[in-house]
């Protein structure tokens, strides 16, 4: 039990490192739009709260907090696209090597890992298929698989609601 108590504690630490380089770099992009926007945005929002003075040293704040937000969802995405990326490649290359490995304990093929490519060519085109099936389905799981992976998606959800407590 304390080895997986263990383990679980790795992998949580390293998804909070994870999580946190996500949100400095969202907060970092957020401040650097944050002038060119409040240059454009800041006039406008003066002229609409014109009958409500007290409030317009909120609206730096407002823009700020505006700027991060959109920010932090773009470096989300980015960093759901380098991690689809980077699962597709690793599982097409597992896939390939995998069932080429068996067809040659099987004697259906000769192969040898080291001397051939065809074990590259299949998992990077695997990759490719993969990623593309990811990307159009916006990373979700889509309809018939949602039911199968459930148990698989509530993990998923308790894993993220802990690392972003």
């Not at 400095?24 to 014109?50: D, E, R, S």
């Not at 998992?123 to 148990?151: C, D, I, S």
């Amino acid at each position: 039990i304390q080895g997986i108590y263990t383990g679980w504690m790795g992998v949580l630490v390293v998804l909070k490192v994870e999580f946190a380089k996500t949100i400095a770099l969202g907060v970092a992009i957020g401040h650097f739009i944050n002038k060119p926007l409040t240059t454009v945005a800041q006039p406008v929002l003066v002229y609409a709260m014109k009958d409500h003075k007290d409030y317009h040293k909120w609206i730096p704040t407002i823009i700020s907090y505006i700027c991060k937000s959109i920010a932090i969802s773009i470096a989300w995405y980015v960093q759901r696209i380098i991690s689809a990326f980077h699962s597709a490649i690793r599982g097409g290359l597992m896939c390939s090597r995998g069932v080429l490995a068996e067809l040659n304990k099987r004697g259906i093929i000769e192969f040898d890992e080291d001397e051939s490519y065809i074990d590259e060519v299949i998992g990077w085109t695997l990759a490719a298929l993969g990623f593309y099936f990811q990307f159009t389905q916006n990373f979700t799981v889509p309809f018939p698989l949602n039911f199968v992976l459930l148990p698989f998606s509530m993990v998923e959800s308790y894993i993220i609601w802990t690392i972003s407590d």
